[in-house]
C-alpha cells in the first residue's frame, strides 16, 4: 500500500536548483513504489467547494511573478486518468461531501514543481485536487479519509503546501544558516502532535501552537491545511514519519511528511 505525502513545494525557483531538498525530492521519487496515479491537493488552488480535475491532458500554470524566465519554459504535460476521477467522485459521493468535476485547470506551481522533482518524465496521470480554507480542519481532515482507501490500489496522495509559509517574514538575505527560533518551535511542536497522531490538538493548533500565528498568518492558511488532507488520507494506518525538514530564508519550511 502507498503512502500519503505532505510536501512543502517552497518557492518556484526549486524547479531549476540543485540543492539538498531538490535533491531529497528527486531521491524519493525513485524510493517510492511507482504509483498507477497521484491524487495531489494542492495550495495554489483553493475554492469554497471541493474540485476534482478531470482533464485529458494538463497545461503547465505559471501563477507566480519576477522569477527566472527559465520557469517560464518549463511544461509539465501530465495527463489525467478518469476512470480515478470517477472513483474519486463515488467516494466523495458515499461520504455526503459536495465537489465540483473541473476538465480545464491547468497544473499550477505547487503541483508541478513537486511532481517534476519526483516524476520528471510526466509519465504518471495525476488528479489535481483544490484545497478549502474555509473548512475547519476536522471537515478537511474528513475529505482526505474519504480517499483513504485509494491507497490500496497503489494511488499515491500528495498534498502540498508548507507547514512554515509566512512571505512577509522571509529573510532574502538568509538563503541558508541557522532558521529563526520560532519557526523551528512551531515545527517540533507539529512533530510531537503528528508523531503522536493528537488529532484534537492538532486541529486546535491556531491556540496551542508555539508562533502559530507567524507560522500560519492570519491572512493565510492555504499553505498549512494540506496537511489536515494528507493525514486523513491515512486514517486507516495512523502512523507518521518526518522524511525531511530544512529552512531558506530564516523560515520556509521545507518538510516531507509520509503518513500511513
Do not use: C
Amino acid at each position: 500500500m502507498l503512502p500519503s505525502l505532505f510536501i512543502a513545494h517552497g518557492s518556484p525557483m526549486l524547479a531549476i536548483e540543485n540543492n539538498e531538498y531538490t535533491q531529497f525530492l528527486k531521491t524519493l521519487g525513485q524510493a517510492l513504489p511507482r504509483p498507477k496515479a497521484i491524487v495531489l491537493f494542492s495550495a495554489h488552488w483553493e475554492s469554497n467547494v471541493q474540485e476534482v480535475s478531470n482533464v485529458k491532458e494538463y497545461s503547465t500554470i505559471y501563477d507566480f511573478g519576477g522569477f527566472s524566465e527559465e520557469l517560464y519554459r518549463i511544461q509539465y504535460p501530465a495527463k489525467g486518468n478518469s476512470d480515478v476521477s470517477g472513483q474519486i467522485e463515488a467516494l466523495f459521493l458515499k461520504e455526503g461531501i459536495p465537489f465540483h468535476i473541473d476538465s480545464k485547470r491547468g497544473l499550477d506551481h505547487g503541483a508541478w514543481v513537486v511532481l517534476r522533482m519526483l516524476y520528471p518524465n510526466a509519465d504518471v496521470p495525476v488528479i489535481s485536487m483544490s484545497v478549502n480554507r474555509h473548512l475547519s480542519p476536522e471537515e478537511q481532515y474528513k475529505i482526505g479519509k474519504s480517499l483513504a482507501h485509494l491507497r490500496e490500489k497503489d494511488i499515491l496522495i500528495i498534498a502540498s503546501g508548507g507547514t512554515v509559509h509566512n512571505l512577509r517574514a522571509l529573510n532574502w538575505a538568509q538563503d541558508h544558516g541557522e532558521e529563526d527560533e520560532w519557526a523551528y518551535a512551531f515545527d517540533q511542536w507539529l512533530a510531537n502532535h503528528i508523531e503522536n497522531w493528537d488529532l484534537e490538538s492538532l486541529f486546535q493548533y491556531e491556540t496551542l501552537a508555539p508562533a502559530a500565528n507567524l507560522a500560519v498568518p492570519p491572512y493565510g492558511n492555504e499553505h498549512f491545511i494540506p496537511i489536515f488532507y494528507a493525514m486523513g488520507a491515512a486514517d486507516n494506518h495512523q502512523t507518521a514519519k518526518l522524511l525531511h525538514r530544512s529552512y531558506r530564508y530564516g523560515n520556509l519550511s521545507h518538510s516531507v511528511w509520509q503518513f500511513g
